[in-house]
């Protein structure tokens, strides 16, 4: 791909993860469709397609023209936010770049969080660990409690970290909907009905 993103580009992804529905919202977001073909894959059953591009196995991975792989959804987002114009949903300097940086890296470690606890209820029950399933439940509550603490945060233009929490707690819905956060974080639950509402979210539901 040149400099100024001409170019097809190929995302691996998929439905149900919460790392490729962040880039996925984005590219709708950015009016990138026409650009992105995105490739539905399964990472659990390693297919070869994806280790040839990612040697992780994991979801998202896009592929440049020039045949160049991108991989973690943070670094595939900064990209496709700089192959474009306006608006922006991460600020190239400044102290609101380190603002939704770090709103995205919480969001992140929510949906980490969630993953494995769901990874860790399908092990054979004998080798589950409800001590390491209590800690990861308690790092979602932190965060969601941090969110809620300073609704600012997810305030103003949508950008790269409010799409990225909408995407965790729309996880958390899809996996996870026992934790029932709604009740106790009610500044996160009015910012998320209101991202809902996204295009790119409408269009990306895990499934």
């Not at 709708?28 to 073909?37: H, I, Q, S, T, Y």
């Not at 020039?66 to 114009?85: K, R």
């Not at 979602?140 to 990225?164: E, F, H, V």
Request: charged fraction near 20%; charge should be neutral; hydrophobic fraction near 40%.
């Amino acid at each position: 791909m040149t400099a100024s993103g001409e170019g097809l580009v190929q995302l691996y992804h998929a439905t149900a993860s919460p790392f490729a529905r962040k880039v996925r919202v984005l590219v709708r977001e950015k009016g990138l469709l026409d650009r992105v073909e995105e490739i539905s894959v399964n990472p659990l059953a390693d297919p070869a397609e994806l280790h040839f591009v990612n040697p992780l196995g994991k979801v998202p991975a896009l592929v440049l023209a020039d045949g160049l792989a991108l991989f973690d959804s943070p670094v595939i987002c900064e990209y496709l936010d700089t192959i474009s114009g306006s608006p922006r949903y991460l600020p190239k300097e400044g102290e609101k770049r380190w603002q939704v940086l770090r709103m995205q890296a919480l969001a992140d470690g929510i949906m980490d969080s969630g993953v494995a606890m769901i990874y860790e209820s399908r092990r054979p029950e004998a080798q589950r660990s409800p001590d390491w399933r209590q800690r990861w439940q308690n790092c979602i509550l932190r965060a969601l409690r941090q969110l809620d603490d300073d609704p600012a945060l997810l305030s103003g233009p949508t950008n790269l970290g409010a799409i990225s929490v909408a995407c965790a707690l729309g996880y958390l819905d899809f996996r996870l909907p026992d934790i029932g956060w709604r009740q106790s974080h009610p500044h996160v639950a009015n910012a998320y009905a209101s991202l809902c509402e996204l295009p790119g979210m409408r269009a990306t539901l895990p499934s």
